[in-house]
């Protein structure tokens, strides 16, 4: 039997006390979307140069569980987020608004030492610890700060870098744009 046609599928609100505290460890499904302004996401309203109106991301959730060998079926869920941010151009260091997306899958898992012990080589599915609280507010925040460019820069037509070495700083960082492993740096943050 298809576990996913029983289990009631809840549809999530964008209020983000309400998202702060998702209750991944009920039989239940979600699915949700919305907009968060950047005021509410204080990690990504600290790396903005400047806030306008508009800047925020768009988030859309939607999860289903998959049946997994030798243990209750886990809980997949698949998030994208997309929106607007303001950040300092490293080349000619003007404010330079950008268009970031971020597309991610994660698997709920029990406990830590199950996180810990999730095959490596599944870069599909990045493990998260299940809780009845879970913070998916943080977890948003977390994706649009991976979706952030590690050199910032406005598109080359836009860009009026002035005549300092600042240019050639840009120029370099070119060939290393390509981030790290996101699932990396994520794993980074959360051990901090
Ligand atoms: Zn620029």
């Not at 999530?12 to 509410?40: H, M, W």
């Amino acid at each position: 039997m298809n576990r996913n046609q029983v289990l009631p599928q809840v549809e999530l609100s964008n209020d983000p006390k309400a998202l702060s505290r998702i209750d991944f460890c009920a039989p239940q499904s979600y699915q949700g979307a919305g907009f968060l302004e950047t005021s509410v996401l204080p990690r990504v309203a600290e790396e903005a140069s400047s806030v306008e109106t508009g800047d925020g991301f768009h988030w859309e959730l939607k999860t289903h569980f998959a049946d997994s060998p030798g243990s209750e079926p886990r809980q997949i869920l698949e998030l994208a987020v997309k929106g607007h941010i303001h950040l300092v151009c490293q080349s000619c260091l003007q404010d330079c608004g950008l268009d970031l997306a971020q597309e991610s899958r994660f698997v709920m898992v029990a406990t830590e030492e199950e996180a810990d012990a999730f095959p490596m080589e599944d870069d599909q599915h990045e493990p998260l610890v299940a809780s009845q609280h879970f913070d998916l507010l943080g977890l948003i925040e977390d994706e649009i700060l991976l979706s952030i460019p590690l050199i910032p820069k406005h598109l080359e037509s836009a860009c009026q870098p002035h005549a300092s070495s600042f240019s050639d700083v840009g120029e370099a960082a070119d060939a290393s744009e390509k981030p790290q492993n996101p699932f990396n740096i994520l794993k980074n943050m959360k051990k901090n």
